[in-house]
T-cell receptor, first 118, second 113 residues
Framework: AQKVTQAQTEISVVEKEDVTLDCVYE???????LFWYKQPPSGELVFLIR??????QNEISGRYSWNFQKSTSSFNFTITASQVVDSAVYFC???????????????FGGGTRLMVKP | EAGVTQFPSHSVIEKGQTVTLRCDPI?????LYWYRRVMGKEIKFLLH????????ESGMPNNRFLAERTGGTYSTLKVQPAELEDSGVYFC???????????FGPGTRLTVT
């Protein structure tokens, strides 16, 4: 069975600090996908990134970066120079590949609430 | 291009009543998913449609929940009769291809009193 753990339930930082959100996953599949979503106060889930299990390259998008390490089953998310607008709940999620007949459903972690103070 | 929309945004009903939630996916997305988050718990998968067919309904909690997707366009999720433990936020998502990013709607907050 697949599982996603976000050990940090809440993080508080001051604006301009860097912050890393941890995500650890469990799966028996060799092919899977990892995702990060942002849930701002308005409530919708906003897609941030998708990464497949064969691509361990780190990714950078503006102030956001993601570190995928299969050896430790982690997919951590770093925000550089955080801003107040980054305040939200962030969810890490896992989807097993279709050929394993897992239905491509997302398994979510519990979420990390990030508060960025001015 | 319009995103995933859900109606209503909020619903408050009494235990034993019926409620129907609606989801309109992004146009052209064959894959439609329902998830829910009950208070203090994680977001959990309910079911997955490919066009009008149920691909996976392993997450449906019991037979009080009925989902349909007539014509492969919008989907409805009916809860009948509603129980207190059904309270939570129900999310709908759609994707163009399986395994690819799912785009979520704003959710429907259901409160059963």
């Amino acid at each position: 069975a697949q599982k996603v753990t976000q050990a940090q339930t809440e993080i508080s930082v001051v604006e301009k600090e860097d912050v890393t959100l941890d995500c650890v996953y469990e799966t028996r599949d060799t092919t899977y996908y990892l995702f990060w979503y942002k849930q701002p106060p308005s409530g919708e889930l906003v897609f941030l990134i998708r990464r497949n299990s064969f691509d361990e390259q780190n990714e950078i998008s503006g102030r956001y970066s993601w570190n995928f390490q299969k050896s430790t089953s982690s997919f951590n998310f770093t925000i550089t120079a955080s801003q107040v607008v980054d305040s939200a709940v962030y969810f890490c999620a896992l989807s097993e590949a279709e050929y394993n007949n897992a239905g491509n459903m997302l398994t979510f972690g519990g979420g990390t609430r990030l508060m960025v103070k001015p | 291009e319009a995103g995933v929309t859900q109606f209503p945004s909020h619903s408050v009903i009494e235990k034993g009543q019926t409620v129907t939630l609606r989801c309109d996916p992004i146009s052209g997305h064959d894959n439609l998913y329902w998830y829910r988050r009950v208070m203090g718990k994680e977001i959990k998968f309910l079911l997955h449609f490919v066009k009008e067919s149920k691909q996976d309904e392993s997450g449906m909690p019991n037979n009080r929940f009925l989902a349909e997707r007539t014509g492969g366009t919008y989907s409805t999720l009916k809860v009948q009769p509603a129980e207190l433990e059904d309270s939570g936020v129900y999310f709908c998502a759609s994707s163009q291809l399986q395994g690819y990013e799912q785009y979520f709607g704003p959710g429907t907050r259901l409160t059963v009193t």
